[in-house]
Nanobody
Framework: QLQLVESGGGLVQPGGSLRLSCAAS????????IGWFRQAPGKEREGVSC????????NTADSVKGRFTISRDNAKSTVYLQLNSLKAEETDVYYC????????????????????????WGQGTQVSVSA
């Protein structure tokens, strides 16, 4: 069974930091592009940052650029999202998702952060930013 498991969420004060992890189970993560998305109650899910499988190219939303950093450790089959300078309005459930690098639309999925192109999803981890 192909699974992604997110961890690292929690409660943090505004301006604080967290590091989220996305671990693969049942498949090798290094053959997949990985995206991080987030969703608040009543709002649409939005793309945050994505990373390619081979050369580590990344794409990051303008709203978090300079504060959030995506990285991957293929030996550990894990992708990370470092969240710095968090804002209260970034209280969301954060999800990671995977699309196979062999998929014709993988590049599009990465650079457009189109969630419906990602085939495997984790259950999400809650990030709460509050004083």
């Amino acid at each position: 069974q192909l699974q992604l498991v997110e961890s690292g969420g929690g409660l943090v004060q505004p301006g604080g930091s967290l590091r989220l992890s996305c671990a693969a189970s049942g498949f090798r993560l290094d053959f997949y592009y990985i995206g991080w998305f987030r969703q608040a109650p009543g709002k649409e899910r939005e793309g945050v940052s994505c990373i390619s499988s081979a050369d580590g190219s990344t794409n990051t939303a303008d709203s978090v650029k300079g504060r959030f950093t995506i990285s991957r450790d293929n030996a550990k089959s894990t992708v990370y999202l470092q969240l710095n300078s968090l804002k209260a309005e970034e209280t969301d459930v954060y999800y990671c998702a995977a699309i196979g690098s062999w998929t014709l639309t993988a590049g599009h999925a990465m650079y457009q952060m189109t969630e419906n192109e990602y085939a495997i999803w984790g259950q999400g981890t809650q990030v709460s930013v509050s004083a």
